[in-house]
């Protein structure tokens, strides 16, 4: 069983740029959620997405948009980047059923804006 | 709103000494609620989680954890430290809701001392 793999490992963008994270979804899941890590904090819910469909969004700015193919794979989209973008970026998949519905988290991709 | 405090932001204990985590939640439903442990430049690895039934759960790696309804505690426990545990630790609390998320409290980490 495959787990959940994300890419790049590490990234540094300039400030006003655009950047595109990417996920692959652990085999047989359907679900994939995105968090922000800051430096030093928990991790923040950012979205989800189910079927392809956005299925719940944390406090983040619209500049933060999400994909999620038919294959179940997913990117994280973020526009105009600041520098508190700066963060440890995870995304987690897991299947929307029942009691078994724990997010399997991916290693996360380390985005640096200066 | 859930929310998740852990009041310990750094611990250190001996080697071979007990061990507890400390972890309150917020939430006005039956919380499911979570551990995860992440080593440094590392994903989160889930240790434990509790749905229903038995208070006391037991996790991977020795850990176990018990949920106290009246006191909105999980507090995670280890009886003999190893070295190999030292590592940032977050308790989150999730829902079976629409939008399934994790919110996670700040984290705490853990050293070992030989």
């Known amino acids: 069983e495959t787990g959940v793999t994300q890419s790049p490992t590490h990234l540094i963008k300039t400030r006003g740029q655009q950047v595109t994270l990417r996920c692959s979804s652990q085999?047989?899941?359907?679900?994939v959620s995105w968090y922000q890590q800051a430096l030093g904090q928990g991790p923040q819910f950012i979205f989800q997405?189910?079927?392809?469909?956005?299925?719940g969004r944390g406090n983040f700015p619209p500049r933060f948009s999400g994909l999620q193919f038919p294959n179940y794979s997913s990117e994280l989209n973020v526009n105009a980047l600041e520098l508190d973008d700066s963060a440890l970026y995870l995304c987690?998949?897991?299947?929307?059923?029942?009691?078994?519905?724990?997010?399997?988290f991916g290693p996360g991709t380390r985005l640096t804006v200066t | 709103a859930q929310s998740v405090t852990q009041p310990d932001i750094h611990i250190t204990v001996s080697e071979g000494a007990s061990l507890e985590l400390r972890c309150n939640y917020s939430?006005?439903?039956?919380?499911?609620l979570f551990w995860y442990v992440q080593s440094p430049g590392q994903g989160l690895q889930l240790l434990l989680k509790?749905?229903?039934?038995?208070?006391l759960v037991q996790g991977i790696k020795g850990f176990e954890a018990e949920f106290k309804r009246s006191q909105s505690s999980f507090n995670l426990r280890k009886p003999s430290v190893h070295w190999s545990d030292a590592a940032e630790y977050f308790c989150?609390?999730?829902?079976?809701?629409?939008?399934?998320?994790?919110?996670f409290g700040a984290g705490t980490i853990l050293r070992v001392k030989s």
């Open positions: 939430y006005g439903a039956t919380p499911y």
């Open positions: 085999s047989g899941h359907n679900t």
């Open positions: 989150a609390v999730g829902t079976m809701e629409y939008g399934n998320k994790l919110v």
């Open positions: 997405y189910y079927r392809e469909e956005e299925n």
């Open positions: 987690a998949s897991s299947r929307v059923a029942g009691e078994n519905n724990e997010q399997y």
């Open positions: 509790y749905f229903s039934g038995d208070t």
